[in-house]
């Protein structure tokens, strides 16, 4: 079966300047996938590219097919019907994502019309009805509310309702649960995973935080300096990252029943777009690295099991003991 | 939002108090005695008699005061020296034709500023946005008394198009009152217009860079609805804002510009008074003035609160 949304080579460049290179990664239909890595790693700006919201300024190449069709290509009518209809998007800031002078009720029954010939009751109806389904309570009245009137987590439970509106078949999620705290976060995830069991979406959930990945995950993309380095289910990557940097980014998250007291960290920091090193990005900053890593992008090297490392060495240390 | 309303109201109040002391105590500003300037070297004993008891100013000062107010909340603001009729009639008289052209020219500011503030915005350092911004640059520096003779010899003396000056009411002649109202208010205008484009643009720079334009662009709103509805609704309250500014400049612009196109409206008779010395007009001119100012801004920072739901609901989760 052909995935629903894949990527081939997409690199993003502004003003001749790459800030994303030859990303390439699938979503099968009702999957979640992790898209991770540091800020600055082009995550949000290949998840932009996909819907087709970055500035004009941006170039764009590579393919990016969405249910066989090709989005760059699409013309500015067609990517507008495609938005919110076949791909819905969250954001990271909930405070400052929805309109400030128009109700909450109004901002959905916007992105309901905009896809639909329904009345105006019709679409308020369907709303309460997304308003409950995120679990806002008393949905009838909060119509009326102004985003003021909100806490962040119910905003973002009101850009997630508005995302669904359309019932897409992808949602993208850019850090939804960044900017909230730790319990509704938690609540937030829960929903994601409702959303895919109840409406069969996919999800690529966009996000820094490895926790956030294993609670709800089912495949990860790891990201480092504007490239793909690993790629793998959930499990396989947790249990043994073949990527000396997913290496790092494990040790570096901490856990309850770790031993160590302290915090293990990568050394260094991500380079600037206009200042890669030559070679394999993550060189500079590698416990494994070796001279032929400065010569050359390493090519992607998939293992039997699926998973998928840019890495010369990967097959020579082999997977990572489980920790 | 009735509490604020309420207590902006009680504001003006102070305000309307100082400025009627300010008025009040014109007469005293002029040097020596007050009747034998106004009475000019040709005046009599009696005469100078009877400019005083005209002006009161045979009276202790407390009772003149005391005068002022009492006639002042009856409407009666004097008789004019140089026209002879009531201050509080002339005012009366004029003020529709100074308030028409003043709201004709906030409505060509208006259109004018705002549209080529957005346009300028959507072609954000395009050349359009630069022949906007030089457009803005011209509109604030040039004087409006130089711009309107400009325009009378352009369009008047060589086109041919519109008079060179005079009124026509609107309700006598719509037709008329538009021939003679548009280069007074369009000489006006043209400065407010640069003020507001530059204000525009930069707001809806601002406001074209927030989330929630992304998100409604994210949900497949068509362009031209992510600028005229999401946009402009958060454009528009700063350019509120300075709406009241602007019409203050406005009336105050038509002193000059009244005299310049022979219009007999506030501007032009205060202007009058002025070179008269008609003391008690300007007296009733200046507070007049004032208190169309007051309460316009006055409109205009209710109309502020009621467009921005986060003062006029208030309140948060």
Known sequence: MSPLLSLRNVSVAFGGQPVVRDVSFDVASREIVGLVGESGSGKSVTALAILGLLPPTAEITGEIVFEGRDLPALGRRQMRRLRGAGIGMIFQEPMSSLNPVFTVGDQIIEAIRVHQRISRRAAADRAVELLEKVGIPAPRRRLEDYPHQMSGGMRQRVMIAIALSCSPRLLIADEPTTALDVTIQAQLLDLLAEVREEFGTAVVLITHNMGVIAEIADRVVVMYASRVVEEAGVFPLFDHPRHPYTRGLMASTPAMDMEAPRLVTIPGGTPTPGNLPPGCNFAPRCGYAIPPCAEGVPPMDAFADGQRAACIRARELGPAAPR | ?317
């Open chain 2, 1 to 317: 939002m009735i509490g604020y309303t309420v207590s902006r109201l009680l504001q003006t109040i102070p305000i309307l108090i100082l400025v009627s002391l300010i008025a009040f105590g014109i007469i005293y500003l002029i040097p020596g005695d007050a009747a034998t300037v106004i009475g000019g070297p040709s005046a009599t004993a009696e005469d100078l008699a009877r400019i005083r008891a005209n002006l009161g100013l045979d009276q202790p000062l407390l009772a003149q005061i005391g005068h002022f107010y009492v006639n002042l909340l009856q409407g009666d603001l004097g008789r004019s020296l140089m026209l002879g009729i009531p201050v509080t009639d002339a005012v009366i008289a004029r003020s529709p034709i100074t308030i028409s052209i003043a709201l004709y020219s906030l409505v060509l500011t208006i259109v004018l500023g705002l549209s080529t503030g957005i346009v300028a915005a959507l072609n954000h350092n395009r050349w359009i946005d630069q022949a906007a911004t030089v457009f803005a640059l011209i509109g604030v520096s040039l004087p409006n008394f130089w711009l309107a003779l400009v325009m009378i010899v352009l369009f008047s003396v060589h086109l041919g198009w519109l008079p060179t000056g005079g009124y026509v009411p609107f309700t006598t002649d719509p037709i008329g009152w538009l021939r003679t109202a548009t280069l007074p208010a369009l000489s006006l205008a043209m400065l407010q217009a640069g003020l507001l484009t530059r204000i525009t643009r930069s707001t809806m720079l601002e406001v074209l860079r927030q989330d929630y334009i992304r998100t409604a662009r994210a949900k497949g709103v068509p362009e031209w609805v992510v600028i005229t509805r999401h946009a402009l609704a958060n454009t528009l309250m700063p350019v509120v804002t300075v709406l009241g500014l602007i019409l203050s400049v406005l009336l105050s612009g038509s002193i000059v510009i009244e005299t310049i196109f022979n219009v007999p409206g506030i501007g032009s008779l205060l202007g009058n008074a002025i070179s008269n010395r008609d003391y008690p007009m300007i007296q009733g001119g200046l507070l007049f003035v004032t208190a169309a100012l007051l309460l316009l801004n006055l409109v205009v920072d209710i109309l502020y609160t009621w467009l921005d739901p986060r003062i006029r609901v208030g309140g948060s989760a």
